[in-house]
């Protein structure tokens, strides 16, 4: 079992819906979590990071920790055509440490 | 500010054959990582140099091998091709060691027949 699971998808939206994307993880010592988006022949594109629980908004990206439930979240508020994509959680236990990915959920906005 | 640059985007290798791959990190950053991403296992890390230094490890035969010059740009190599290297390679910089702001290349797409 890898130690951050992701839903493949894909997952389809309308342009404007709201998304969310998930990640559970088993090592407890995970601290930093991040969210790249990859598009098609691209390498993945750093989106956001958080360190320890919480919240953290930018723009239309929000991204959750809940480190008592393992799980972490990323938001897209009004959703467009060219947040299509594949969606990639990472994290690691500190700053010296590889990151680990999930396997990354597809994502269609459809007009 | 250039981004992460990595040479070539595509490669063609028959099995057995060695093949290097190179990366150039963003000005002024130290770390380089490498990982290898498939459809069945998602991306693996691979390892991380910093300061000419191999610093983490990941779990890959030792037939992958890099290594890192002066100007931090670093190549990695991948001897005795098998089909199962057949994948996206892709290199990471960032300024200090580990990943917390990592700055991904367009990768090298190499495919081994």
Same mark, same amino acid.
């Given at each position: 079992?890898?130690?951050?699971?992701?839903?493949?998808?894909?997952?389809?939206?309308?342009?404007?819906?709201?998304?969310?994307?998930?990640?559970?993880?088993?090592?407890?010592?995970?601290?930093?979590?991040?969210?790249?988006?990859?598009?098609?022949?691209?390498?993945?594109?750093?989106?956001?990071?958080?360190?320890?629980?919480?919240?953290?908004?930018?723009?239309?990206?929000?991204?959750?920790?809940?480190?008592?439930?393992?799980?972490?979240?990323?938001?897209?508020?009004?959703?467009?055509?060219?947040?299509?994509?594949?969606?990639?959680?990472?994290?690691?236990?500190?700053?010296?440490?590889?990151?680990?990915?999930?396997?990354?959920?597809?994502?269609?906005?459809?007009? | 500010?250039?981004?992460? %640059? $990595?040479?070539?985007?595509?490669?063609?290798?028959? /099995?057995?054959?060695?093949?290097?791959? #190179?990366? &150039?990190?963003?000005?002024?950053?130290?770390?380089?990582?490498?990982?290898?991403?498939?459809?069945?296992?998602?991306?693996?890390?691979?390892?991380?140099?910093?300061?000419? %230094? $191999?610093?983490?490890?990941?779990?890959?035969?030792? /037939?992958?091998?890099?290594?890192?010059? #002066?100007? &931090?740009?670093?190549?990695?190599?991948?001897?005795?091709?098998?089909?199962?290297?057949?994948?996206?390679?892709?290199?990471?910089?960032?300024?200090?060691?580990?990943?917390?702001?990592?700055?991904?290349?367009?990768?090298?797409?190499?495919?081994?027949?």
């Amino acid at each position: 079992q890898k130690e951050v699971e992701q839903d493949p998808g894909p997952l389809s939206v309308p342009e404007g819906a709201i998304v969310s994307l998930n990640c559970t993880y088993s090592n407890s010592a995970f601290q930093y979590f991040m969210w790249y988006r990859q598009y098609s022949r691209k390498g993945p594109e750093l989106l956001m990071y958080t360190y320890s629980s919480g919240n953290k908004e930018d723009g239309r990206f929000t991204a959750q920790v809940d480190k008592s439930s393992k799980y972490i979240s990323l938001f897209i508020r009004d959703s467009q055509p060219s947040d299509s994509a594949t969606y990639l959680c990472a994290m690691i236990p500190n700053s010296g440490y590889a990151l680990n990915f999930g396997k990354g959920t597809s994502l269609l906005v459809t007009p | 500010k250039a981004g992460v %640059t $990595q040479t070539p985007r595509y490669l063609i290798k028959t /099995r057995g054959q060695q093949v290097t791959l #190179s990366c &150039s990190p963003i000005s002024g950053h130290r770390s380089v990582s490498w990982y290898q991403q498939t459809p069945g296992q998602g991306l693996q890390f691979l390892f991380e140099y910093f300061s000419e %230094t $191999q610093r983490n490890k990941g779990n890959f035969p030792g /037939r992958f091998s890099g290594r890192q010059f #002066s100007n &931090s740009r670093s190549e990695m190599n991948v001897s005795t091709l098998e089909l199962g290297d057949s994948a996206l390679y892709l290199c990471a910089s960032s300024l200090a060691l580990g990943g917390t702001e990592a700055f991904f290349g367009q990768g090298t797409r190499l495919t081994v027949v």
